[in-house]
């Protein structure tokens, strides 16, 4: 329900890879997962520190996907969501 800093990388990473519009889904994903993992401790479906730990791992990954989209020279606007 939640992944581990690896797993989440993985699937960034063959999304860059693969994908065409990447960085609308990209973003889109890290748009989206602090809410779910805060849904995931309300539901009682995950503990508050294993979700500390996510979303300071979230935050990691966040800035390499951020430090992507600039690099890359795609839309301002997705990398300042981020």
């Known amino acids: 329900m939640a992944p581990d800093a690896a797993t989440l990388q993985?699937?960034?990473d063959r999304m860059f890879d693969s994908d065409i519009h990447?960085?609308?889904r990209v973003t889109a994903l890290f748009l989206i997962?602090?809410?779910w993992l805060r849904y995931l401790v309300d539901q009682q479906l995950l503990d508050e520190t294993q979700c500390v730990?996510?979303?300071a791992?979230?935050?990691?990954l966040r800035a390499?996907?951020?430090k992507r989209l600039v690099d890359a020279d795609w839309?301002?606007?997705l990398?300042?969501?981020l």
């Open 10 to 12: 993985d699937f960034v």
């Open 79 to 81: 990398a300042a969501m």
């Open 53 to 55: 730990k996510l979303e």
């Open 22 to 24: 990447y960085e609308y």
């Open 75 to 77: 839309d301002a606007a």
């Open 33 to 35: 997962l602090p809410e």
């Open 64 to 66: 390499r996907v951020k």
């Open 57 to 60: 791992d979230l935050r990691t």
